[in-house]
Structure formats: C-alpha cells, structure tokens
C-alpha cells in the first residue's frame, strides 16, 4: 500500500484553513485532492444554474491552487458510493480523508462509503467539523438536549472559545504519471464547466469564484462595510452586507477565518456602536450554525415544519398566484423587485428573503416549501440548512417562540426602501411613479394601465385575517389531535 492520501473535496473548495486537509497532510506528504460530480445531486429539479456556475469556478481555482503546492484535485463524475472507494483502491491509496457535513444525504452517503473503506482495508478520517466553528454535539441545553431556539443557543454559542484557524496547504506530493494513467482509468475526467453539465448562466456571479476572491471580499467587508453593518444591514438598496453567503456554503473560505477576520475588527474599533455592529454580524454568523446543528439534530426538517400546526395546514396553492411570484408580477412593487433581483441576479438581500416568504404563504396562502424550492432553484448560496430555516422562520412553522409572523409589505418598503430606490433599480415599470405611490403600493388603476404594472393580484388585509383565521383552526385541530 502506498503512503497516498485521498482528500475528498465537498464543501470545502479550499487549501487554506482546511481542517481536514490538514490531518492528511500531517499523516503523508503525498496529498491529492479529489471531488466528486455526483448525478443524484446534479440531476434534483432544484440546482440553480448561478451555483453549478459558481461552484466550477471555484473548483478551476482550487485546481490551481493544489498544482501551486505540488499536487493535484482529481475529478470525478458518478455516484460518490461506486467511485471514491474505487478510485482509491486503484491507485492503492493508503486512506481517504473528508471533513463531516450535517446534511441527511451526507450522513446516509458518508456512512456507506466508511463501509465500503473498511471491507477494502482502506482507512479513512471523516470526523473533522470543518464548515461550522462547534460540532453539534458541543452546544446543548442543561439537559444534554439540542437547542430549538435561537436566544439562548446564542449566548451558549457565544461563550465558548473558538478554534483557531489552521495552516494553508504549502506543499505536498502529486501523483506520478504512471498513477496519473491509473486514476484516468479508474474515471477521473478533466474539470467541465458549468454549460458542459446543462446548466447555463450567463448572468454576472455576485462574487467570483475561488480562494482569492472570498478572500477579498472578506478583507473589503471587515476594514469597512461591518463597522455600519446593522445600521445598513436591513436596507436592500445599500450594499451593506458581506456578500459571503455563496463562498461559505462551498466553504471557500474557512468558518475560523472569517471569526478571526471579526475578532480583529473588534480590536481596532473605536465605538460602541461600530462594536455593536460586528457583534450583529457574529450573531448572523451564530444564526447560520443554529440552522445547521437543527438540521443535524432534526433531520425531518428537511422534509416539512417543525411545529404541529403547519404539517397539514390546507395551503390554496394557487397556481397563477405562485407563478405571479415567481415572475415578480404580484403588483406589490417591494416584493415584485426581490423576486426580479433573485432572477436576475440568482442572490437577494436578506431582508427581501424574509419579505417575500412571508408573502408568498401569508398572503398567497401557498406551500412554502414550494417557494423554499424555487429560491434553491435560483440561489447562487442556496444551502439546504440556510434556505429551510430561513423559510421556517418567515412561516412561523419552524423553531422559534414567536408563533405567527406577518410582514406587510408596504410597511416594509417605507421602512427599508423609503425612496423606491430598491424598487425601481428593479421593476423598470415603476422608476417614474412617485415615491409615494411606490412604496405603500397605492398606484392609481389609470397609471397602473398605462406603465404596464399589475394591480395587486390579492388584498393584504383580506388574506392577512384568512390567514389567521386558518391558523387558529389548523392549531386547534393540532392540539386537539395531539
């Protein structure tokens, strides 16, 4: 058996700050990377071309950077079960590392593999928590139990101190050309791209792929934009956020580095309220762990709400309404612009995430996992635990003590888009109707037909108290049954 270890790229499209990479190299100096196209992945009806996009050219990049240490990323196209033990025991590798993941089909996936490994004689090192800054098992209640609520997650999650991050990959030794020939034999591919695998996106990324440029946005973000961060975080015409997301669901960049990067931010700052403003966005940092141990912990989150309420509530599921949504054509200016943007651009601001949810299955009265879905079909950051509990908590059918949660959308838009510059950067319709009419929504029926703009497709009133009247019914039903 060779001195070769196999490091299985994931979610973790990186060198540097790598914890797993780093327990492989500490075991060989004959290091090589491999990731894996998988088809039950690829082929699900709700890949979004702007991440397939992105996420190759993150691999390009991470290919770069293991031919500047000396080595290579392999990659492969198949079911990750049949061809990482197969690749493996054809270049007679001495072990196959990868770093944990929180995900149901991960776990399911991982867990084969590690049988297959071992009936190969083949070792293995998977227990590295790589993409979150403490294992789930680390942060319970006082009765050994996982959270189910934000708050008190926080402040337990807040208190224990955080690794640091751990080396860049500086050198390590490739495969020779005999074992190149083997690893071609055995179904390595060279990288496609994008368009190869059926996705097109011919949009602009709203950050560019790789190490490098997560990087930098980084760096951008903590010399300045987080010093205003929760003064402008809520306004989805400012750029005011970090813009991460995507580089943190590939794990472009690592978790350690990107608290270290606030940490510092925190020594140089010279108010309360800058200080205030990094602690908003470590909270956010806290927000996107919580929704990964849930899913972790709670795995049937994935396939529905956590609260009784909501596992049968009767949504209407009007078709023409979902698809009025889909397309940004609701006649609600400030939902129509996050639904154009999320097209457009396959991002939206946060605070238009939670508008549009809210919307789409308080006012629409339609399913949200069938919005949950589209927002995966378009997100370039679109991450299964980020995505669901995001959705669950603009529902209310998730872990949270609020029990109902509405946001009207005109009172939204007067409060975080008070001069329709959101608005009308992204529904052309609207940029020459006055300020008032565009963001409280009252645009006159004669100037509605002449611009071209739909009048509202329901009344917010009206479906806010059919709402809540269903609510009450389906909870009494619940508790009832229960």
């Not at 033990?85 to 590798?93: E, H, I, R, T």
């Not at 490994?117 to 070792?123: H, V």
Request: proline share 5%; with cysteine; hydrophobic share 40%.
């Amino acid at each position: 058996m060779s001195d070769l270890i196999l490091f299985w790229h994931r979610r973790d499209l990186r060198i540097s700050d790598n914890t797993g990479l780093v327990a492989a190299r500490g075991r060989s100096a004959k290091v090589v990377g491999v990731f894996c196209l998988d088809p039950q992945i690829l082929s699900r009806d709700d890949v979004a071309p702007a991440r397939v996009t992105y996420m190759m050219g993150c691999l390009q990049a991470l290919q770069q950077r293991y031919a500047q240490v000396g080595s290579q990323l392999l990659i492969l196209h198949g079911n990750p079960v049949e061809v990482i033990p197969a690749l493996a025991k054809a270049l007679n590798a001495k072990a196959v590392f990868w770093n944990w993941d929180v995900e149901p089909y991960s776990q399911t996936r991982d867990r084969t593999i590690i049988d297959i490994l071992k009936s190969n004689s083949i070792e293995f090192l998977h227990e590295n928590w790589d993409q979150i800054l403490h294992a789930p098992d680390e942060i319970r209640t006082g009765a050994k139990s996982p959270y189910t609520v934000y708050s008190p997650f926080w402040k337990n999650w807040s208190s224990k101190p955080k690794a640091k991050s751990v080396e860049t990959l500086q050198n390590a030794a490739g495969l020779t050309e005999t074992e190149q020939e083997i690893a071609k034999q055995a179904g390595v591919i060279p990288l496609p791209t994008a368009r190869d695998l059926g996705f097109i996106w011919d949009g602009e990324l709203s950050i560019s792929p790789g190490e490098a440029a997560a990087q930098e946005r980084l760096e951008e973000f903590t010399d300045s934009t987080i010093t205003e961060y929760q003064e402008q975080r809520n306004f989805p015409g400012v750029d005011g956020t970090s813009r991460l997301s995507a580089a943190l669901k590939f794990g472009v960049i690592g978790i350690r580095q990107v608290w270290e990067a606030t940490l510092e931010a925190q020594e140089f700052s010279r108010s309360e309220e800058t200080a205030a403003s990094i602690r908003t966005w470590q909270q956010e940092l806290a927000w996107r762990e919580f929704y990964q141990h849930a899913m972790y912990n709670f795995p049937e989150l994935a396939e529905g709400a956590y609260r009784d309420t909501f596992k049968n509530f009767p949504w209407q599921n009007n078709p023409e309404h979902f698809q009025a949504w889909c397309e940004g054509r609701t006649g609600y200016p400030i939902v129509d612009a996050a639904m154009r943007q999320l097209n457009e651009m396959g991002w939206m601001h946060n605070r238009c995430r939670m508008i549009v949810a809210s919307f789409l299955t308080k006012d629409l009265i339609i399913n949200p996992q069938l919005g949950e879905k589209y927002f995966m079909q378009k997100l370039i950051d679109g991450d299964l635990s980020a995505n669901n509990g995001g959705w669950q908590w603009s529902t209310s059918s998730g872990m949270d003590p609020k029990p109902l949660r509405i946001f009207n959308p005109a009172s939204q838009a007067q409060k975080f888009d008070g001069e329709g510059e959101y608005i009308r950067q992204w529904v052309s319709e609207l940029r020459s109707v006055d300020t008032e009419y565009l963001v409280t929504g009252k645009i006159p029926p004669l100037e509605l037909q002449s611009i071209g703009y739909p009048a509202p497709i329901v009344d917010h009133k009206v479906q806010q108290g059919l709402f809540k009247k269903m609510y009450q019914q389906q909870k009494a039903l619940s508790s009832s049954e229960s």
